[in-house]
């Protein structure tokens, strides 16, 4: 059984800055790809960022310059570095994993972008 945690999600001020992590845990034997959606309030859920096994990266163009999708593996992490948030960045933000042959969500993070 795999499990995946959000955490760092919380309430910024536009232009700053905030880290979000995604650890895994349960019976992983090898680097697996990775992905953060998003979804806001009224809207369909969203790619931001996704990372492969072999360290791909891609991005989604409003994100693009703006947010950073790393990985450590020695701790089965994926982390969003979310820098010059935007009110528009205001989301519950999810990972998401292929482990084995299964896709495992987590149960997301709030975050929430104001003045």
């Known amino acids: 059984q795999v499990q995946l945690v959000e955490s760092g999600g919380g309430l910024v001020q536009p232009g700053g800055s905030l880290r979000l992590s995604c650890a895994a845990s349960?019976?992983?034997?090898?680097?697996?790809?990775a992905g953060w959606y998003r979804q806001a309030p009224g809207k369909q859920r969203e790619m931001v960022a996704t990372?492969?096994?072999?360290?791909?990266?891609k991005y989604a163009d409003y994100v693009k310059g703006r947010f950073t999708i790393s990985r450590d593996n020695a701790k089965n992490t994926v982390h969003l570095q979310m820098n010059s948030v935007k009110p528009e960045d205001t989301a519950v933000y999810s990972c998401?994993?292929?482990?084995?042959?299964?896709?495992?969500w987590g149960q997301g993070t709030q975050v929430t972008v104001s003045s």
């Open positions: 990372i492969s096994s072999g360290g791909t990266l």
């Open positions: 998401n994993a292929v482990i084995g042959t299964r896709l495992y």
């Open positions: 349960g019976s992983i034997f090898s680097v697996y790809p």
